[in-house]
């Protein structure tokens, strides 16, 4: 292990460490301020002495049988930890350590922590050992007499209830976890250590030859395998929802065959932050008769959910079938919502796996069919979101019914190579990128990816589309990019231009339109 990886693992026990912190801080004065703060003094502590020895050794010395010695140790010291905070409670506050998400958080970090040793099967090992650990957790607090809530609908959960349908979900989420980052991030590392020297090797003897059809069923072969390697736990991820929301709507069609007649008698709102404080009030005086869990629970239901809440006006304690379907109906239309978040989470995870799935594939400049060349960009746009997300601003104007005759998979790589290079020039904090696709003429598609970088000094404009030539600090750019975009742009019958100046750079690809 060279001390590079070392200082990857350090940094995500900091992380563990971190957590922990804020953890402290919360339960301050509650049974677990201890164990939390245990676990902070130990990772945070053991983690800065970790980053001060390997800081002064260029590689480490240590043998892998130490690292995997700590790797198991942290996690006895973890468990220890969750263990101890169950057990610090009273009886009926068991299950709160549970249902709080911080020990989850530790135990998912810990395996992204155990996922960038490069040990394939002591990661998966240690991966499946976190799930049982987890689950023992849970046979302790049923063992002090927690309840556990076995049917398929969601309930609330109580301090002193387990609702079993929420643990399952995050045990499933564990399980992929070990199934795909673990392998995934041990995958990458290996690339990045053990083959970067090979790669320069190799693309050293063929810059004549750039796109050769072998290298890119390589690199296509290694995103294929990622990307199945996230899709069987995401499979699993979106059955188990799909199953979920349908038996809640079942349930919901048992109690009441009509409800969707007396959902359309249902008003709905929509409140401004102050509006929402002062109608969770009104509500909470307007059905003052109501039990207080169920006045608390149509509250928060009707204000998350933007319901009018005068729907239900005229509705007294005495009417309490109509009250029962009314709380059922909202349970149900959480669950909706929350069915709606993970769909579109799981269909825009589908969507950057399909893109990654295209690279798979050698592409051929004589396969090509109509493309709209805006969702082809919209799709690398997904790939680099997390860079927006944090600070960059970026502007789209796209002629979404403009399509050209090219090779798909082929132009994505141009995309890819020509908006990441405008995000490393933009500054990270209120940079700024602009992607325009427009009708430059009758024949002609114009594609512009703007940036308010720096800009390309005059002096090295000339070698821009040289292979290896990069205006990026030595280790941030292979000076690849550009060569290939220029040529795959020429082989689809189109052409590049660009102009630079100081807070003004604009990349424009011009392709033909389909007939």
């Known amino acids: 292990m060279k001390s590079k990886g070392l200082r990857i693992l350090i940094s995500i026990r900091m992380v563990i460490g971190w957590i922990a912190f804020i953890a402290t801080l919360l339960n301050f004065g509650k049974p677990t301020f201890p164990v939390a703060g245990i676990l902070t003094l130990y990772f945070l502590f053991s983690s800065i002495f970790g ?33 101890s905070a169950i057990l610090s409670y009273p009886k009926e506050y068991a299950a709160v350590p549970i249902q709080n998400s911080v020990f989850f958080s530790i135990f998912f970090f810990y395996q992204l922590y155990i996922g960038f040793y490069l040990n394939r099967r002591f990661s998966t090992v240690m991966g499946l050992i976190v799930i049982l650990g987890y689950m023992g957790g849970i046979g302790i607090a049923v063992s002090r007499g927690t309840e556990v809530f076995t049917e398929y609908r969601l309930e609330m959960q109580t301090p002193g209830k387990i609702v079993l349908t929420i643990e399952f979900l995050k045990l499933i989420l564990l399980l992929g976890k070990t199934i795909c980052v673990v392998k995934l991030v041990s995958f990458l590392l290996d690339i990045l250590e053990n083959n970067n020297q090979r790669l320069a090797e190799e693309l050293n003897l063929r810059e004549t ?79 003052k008769f109501l039990p207080k869990v169920e006045l608390d629970f149509l509250a928060e239901r009707c204000i998350d ?43 825009r995870t589908e969507k950057i796996i399909s893109t990654f799935k295209q690279f798979s594939q050698p592409f051929s400049y004589q396969d090509k069919e109509n493309v709209r060349v805006g969702d082809s960009i919209r799709d690398i746009l997904l790939l680099y979101n997390q860079y927006f997300d944090m600070g960059r601003n970026l ?11 090219l090779s798909e998979s082929a132009i994505k790589l141009v995309w890819t190579h020509l908006i990441f290079n405008a995000i490393q020039a933009a500054n990270p904090v209120n940079g700024m990128v602009k992607v325009k696709v427009t009708k430059f003429s009758e024949k002609e598609i114009q594609v512009s990816i703007t940036d308010n970088g720096d800009g390309i000094p005059e002096t090295q404009k000339e070698f821009i589309y040289i292979p290896f030539f990069t205006t990026r600090e030595k280790g941030e750019g292979s000076g690849l990019g550009l060569p290939v975009a220029k040529e795959i742009v020429e082989n689809q019958m189109g052409r590049i231009e660009f102009y630079s100046v100081p807070g003004n750079t604009v990349f424009s690809v011009f392709l033909p339109i389909a007939e």
């Open 51 to 83: 980053y001060l020895y390997v800081n002064k050794k260029t590689s480490s010395d240590s043998g892998n049988g130490i690292i995997t010695f700590f790797l198991a140790f942290d996690f006895f010291v973890i468990l220890s930890g969750f263990y």
């Open 209 to 287: 030859s750039l796109l050769k059809n072998d290298r890119l069923v390589t690199l296509g072969t290694l995103a294929s395998n990622v990307a199945h390697e996230i899709n069987n736990p995401l499979a699993g991820i979106k059955s188990m929802n799909e199953y979920l929301f349908s038996e809640e709507e079942a349930y919901l069609n048992r109690k009441d065959p009509l409800w969707k007649e007396k959902e359309k008698q249902i008003l709905w709102i929509h409140r401004t932050r102050k509006q929402k404080r002062e109608d969770f009030d009104s509500i909470r005086n307007l059905y």
């Open 305 to 347: 959910l933007g319901i009018d809440h005068l729907s239900f006006e005229g509705l007294t304690l005495e009417f309490n079938e109509e009250w029962e379907f009314v709380l059922l109906w909202l349970k149900f239309k959480t669950v909706e919502k929350a069915n709606l978040l993970v769909v579109n989470a799981i269909n």
């Open 395 to 405: 502007i789209t104007e796209i002629d979404d019914s403009l399509e050209s005759n």
